[in-house]
Each structure stands twice: as structure tokens, then as C-alpha cells.
């Protein structure tokens, strides 16, 4: 990994993550190109209503006060993660809907 991702790493280790952990999710850093870094969303937070929301409000925050000359935007790859599908496939399996 290098000097910038683990830095990026830092900050949403300290900063992020608790508060998404709370919320049963998690996140992972796709890639970063030209200030903009792209993330996925995981766990409850994947395809989750609030996640332009929580992107903006906590994640591009946080990074961009923490590291301004790295980020300046962060952007939701959105895509739904293999744990989300099976819970869906789980719920409809065991309710018979």
C-alpha cells in the first residue's frame, strides 16, 4: 500500500469507521485518481438510502479536513456487496414471500 492510501486508511480508521461500524457497515477504498477517491460501501451501508448522505456528511468531511491536498471528493462506487445479496436471498428462503 502506498504513502497515500495509508494515510487515507488513517484517517477513516479514526475518524469513519467507528461511526460506520455502528450502523453494521463498513468501508473500502476502490482507488484514488486526481483528488477524487472512489470507495465502496459494506455490510447495512451497502445500497443503503442514506449512503450519498453519509458519504458526504462524514466521509468527504472527514478526509477532506484531514488530508486536503489528497481529497477532495470522495464518490460511492455503488454496487451491492456478495454479504447483502445472500442476506436478501436468506430472507426470501426462510419467509416464503
Known amino acids: 500500500m502506498n504513502e497515500e492510501l495509508k494515510r487515507i486508511e488513517a484517517v477513516l480508521d479514526?475518524?469513519?469507521?467507528?461511526?460506520?461500524?455502528?450502523?453494521?457497515?463498513?468501508?473500502?477504498?476502490?482507488?484514488?485518481?486526481?483528488?477524487?477517491?472512489?470507495?465502496?460501501?459494506?455490510?447495512?451501508?451497502?445500497?443503503?438510502?442514506?449512503?450519498?448522505?453519509?458519504t458526504e456528511s462524514l466521509v468527504q468531511a472527514e478526509l477532506v479536513s484531514a488530508l486536503p491536498e489528497l481529497v477532495?471528493?470522495?464518490?460511492?462506487?455503488?454496487?451491492?456487496?456478495?454479504?447483502?445479496?445472500?442476506q436478501a436471498k436468506k430472507l426470501l428462503r426462510d419467509h416464503h414471500l
Open 14 to 54: 479514526e475518524k469513519v469507521r467507528p461511526t460506520l461500524h455502528s450502523h453494521g457497515g463498513e468501508i473500502k477504498v476502490d482507488r484514488l485518481e486526481d483528488g477524487v477517491l472512489h470507495v465502496n460501501l459494506l455490510g447495512q451501508c451497502a445500497g443503503c438510502p442514506s449512503a450519498d448522505l453519509t
Open 72 to 86: 477532495r471528493q470522495v464518490v460511492v462506487v455503488q454496487e451491492v456487496s456478495d454479504e447483502l445479496w445472500e
